[in-house]
């Protein structure tokens, strides 16, 4: 079964750092997106990216936060300047097509800890 | 951005026993999708319902789909323990919006 890979699966990062936060998606896959959940509460978009551009984002996904494909298999989501609330378990998820018939596949996450 | 409630909120039972969850907006859903997350794990999808009244089933699980398109059920018969979960109902528009889930746990 093709899978979605996300590294680190852990960061613990100070204050104010930068993170880069790293997915695979599954190799036939067009659309990709990151998600985030703070722990307790539910998943929520954060961005959808295709064709090397981003499509949507939500209004959490201001300033501080970046994405890019900067290969052709890697996904990356920056943030610039992490503030304690970014704690949170970002998932990355991908889909073959735009469409609703098709689902999305997530990657297991990476728990990000801001102290 | 479609908003999902699911209901119950949290749900205990004993293994053996049936359960229904469920998934309901105000607005009509293009698609509804189900999927289930375990502790420290992505979401994982468990069905597609596109039609209105459409019924699918995965083993132990049965998928409803509302023949209005604005609510959805899951019903699990004889539940055991690995059903343990957090459910989530999403809709997938230009994003995939998730509900709040419902918090399954099956005792032994």
């Known amino acids: 079964e093709p899978e979605v890979t996300q590294t680190p699966s852990h960061q613990v990062t100070q204050m104010g750092q930068e993170v880069i936060l790293r997915c695979v998606p599954i190799?036939?896959?067009?659309?990709f997106y990151w998600y985030r959940q703070i722990l307790g509460q539910k998943v929520e978009f954060l961005v959808s990216?295709?064709?090397?551009?981003?499509?949507?984002k939500s209004e959490i996904f201001d300033d501080q936060f970046s994405v890019e494909r900067p290969d052709g298999s890697n996904f990356t989501l920056k943030i610039r300047s992490t503030k304690l609330e970014d704690s949170a378990m970002y998932f990355c998820?991908?889909?073959?097509?735009?469409?609703?018939?098709?689902?999305?596949?997530f990657g297991s996450g990476t728990r990000l800890t801001v102290v | 951005t479609q908003l999902l409630e699911q209901s119950p909120q949290f749900l205990s039972i004993q293994e053996g026993e049936n359960l229904t969850v469920y998934c309901n907006s105000s607005?009509?859903?293009?698609?509804l999708q189900w999927y289930r997350q375990e502790p420290g794990e992505g979401p994982v999808l468990l069905v597609t319902?596109?039609?209105?009244?459409e019924v699918k089933k995965l083993k132990r699980l049965t998928f409803q789909f509302g023949d209005a398109r604005k609510d959805s059920s899951l019903h699990i018969t004889a539940a055991q323990p690995g059903d343990t979960g957090l459910y989530l109902c999403?809709?997938?528009?230009?994003?995939?919006?998730f509900g709040e889930g419902t918090q399954l746990t099956v005792n032994p």
């Open positions: 998820a991908s889909r073959e097509r735009d469409s609703r018939l098709y689902g999305y596949t």
């Open positions: 190799s036939n896959h067009l659309y």
């Open positions: 990216f295709y064709n090397n551009e981003i499509s949507e």
């Open positions: 607005s009509v859903f293009s698609s």
């Open positions: 319902v596109v039609t209105g009244g």
């Open positions: 999403g809709t997938s528009g230009s994003r995939l919006t």
